[in-house]
């Protein structure tokens, strides 16, 4: 049963532009969530993260938004670069320090 | 570097064969997790280990798959009598103890496994 979800396999943006990514999760448990960002024959990296007690966390250009009533949280990357062009992923945890990960979201940034 | 260290890299089997994984977590961490990703997924959670004790393991872990972490440093993964679906990056990652990070893991860049 996949708990977290991300229902956009890509993302395709200019450079300078706002990339939007999308997470969804059922598990009300959850009071942890981060997004890793994953380049090809590398592990997943981490790149930030937010706390069920808040709904905004933000570092430099990526900020995390989170809507518990939804169940939803959200990446912005501002302004989107071509080094942001990897495949992220989100993940989430119920305070068992085991992961729970979406199947992630390549994102794509043109010249 | 002082990262999360994983050997091999790759591992091309035949099917029925033994194989083992070996993952180095970064020194100061006390805590070591086991991930397994397919084509097209996010890493899906397999067994955890707090110093040496193994604390949880998922149900993905079968009885052929076993995984210790001798005097709670480096762990190892091995899986007996592969098959082909146990095909798949196998990914190690640890993280420290206390809240200073909540959870935030540090993933090494994990064994790719082809099971012929």
């Known amino acids: 049963d996949q708990q977290v979800k991300q229902n956009s396999p890509s993302l395709s943006v200019q450079e300078g532009r706002i990339s939007i990514l999308n997470c969804d999760y059922t598990?009300?448990?959850?009071?942890?969530f981060l997004w890793y960002k994953k380049y090809p024959a590398e592990g997943p990296t981490f790149l930030i993260s937010?706390?069920?007690?808040?709904d905004k966390n933000e570092d430099g250009r990526f900020t995390v938004f989170l809507n518990k009533s939804a169940k939803h949280l959200s990446l912005h990357i501002v302004p989107s670069q071509p080094g942001d062009s990897a495949v992220y992923f989100c993940?989430?945890?119920?305070?068992?320090?085991?992961?729970?990960f979406g199947a992630g979201t390549t994102v794509t940034v043109r010249a | 570097d002082t990262g999360v260290s994983q050997d091999p890299r790759h591992k091309i089997t035949k099917r029925g064969q033994n194989v083992t994984f070996r993952c180095d977590p970064i020194?100061?961490?006390?805590?070591l997790y086991w991930y397994r990703q397919t084509l097209g997924q996010g890493p899906e959670f397999l067994t955890y280990f707090q110093n040496e004790a193994q604390l949880e393991k998922s149900r993905l872990l079968s009885d052929r798959f076993s995984a210790e972490r001798p005097k709670g440093s480096f762990s190892t993964l091995e899986i007996q009598r592969t098959e082909q679906g146990d095909s798949a990056m196998y990914l190690c990652?640890?993280?420290?103890?206390?809240?200073?990070?909540?959870?935030?893991?540090?993933f090494g860049p994990g064994t790719r496994l082809t099971v012929l």
């Open positions: 993940a989430a945890s119920a305070n068992d320090y085991k992961l729970s």
């Open positions: 598990n009300s448990m959850f009071d942890y």
């Open positions: 937010i706390s069920s007690i808040k």
């Open positions: 020194s100061e961490h006390n805590r």
């Open positions: 990652a640890s993280s420290p103890s206390g809240l200073a990070i909540y959870n935030e893991q540090f």
